[in-house]
């Protein structure tokens, strides 16, 4: 069986420069990509194998960073992190919604999403940020006093299903 799985194959090897975020939803056949190389900064949504890509967000985005996804709401958010803010919209780019800007949202970097929570960090605080995705005034750090936190992942029980890279 080893033998017959190549060790590698690009899955997009057009079209994208700067990835910055990965997200993958398996059951509905979708990974989320964010990019912000050449070409315009955007979102975008491809079937698992590469196929079927299609631009999610491309207007009043700048430098998205890190995507995930919320699997049973079907939504993606993702991080911009020069206008500081995190964004949401479905798995077909409408419903696109600012959850938090400004301040405590600055330089964040990372994403992942548990239950009613986006948990963020960020490069200026040095911190975790917490936020209430139906009441995003209820935001806090979690954890303070970090070296640059980057990537995020949450991992649970119920989770365990899912499969969220940044």
Known sequence: LHDA????SA??????????????????????LTSWGRGPPRLLRAAMDGTDQRDLVSANIVYPYGVTVDHPRRQVYWVDTYLDQIER????GEARRT???????????????????????S????????????RPANSSVLVADLARPTALRVFHRSEEHTSELQ
């Open 123 to 134: 490069w200026r605080q040095n911190s975790i940020l917490s936020t209430d995705k139906f």
């Open 5 to 8: 799985l190549p060790i590698s």
């Open 11 to 32: 899955v997009i090897s057009t079209g994208v420069s700067k990835p910055r975020g990965i997200a993958l939803d398996p059951a509905a056949g979708f990974f989320f």
């Open 89 to 92: 919209c479905d798995y077909s």
């Open 99 to 121: 959850i938090v800007r400004g301040q405590p949202a600055q330089n964040l970097y990372g994403l992942a999403v548990f239950q009613t929570l986006l948990l963020s960090s």
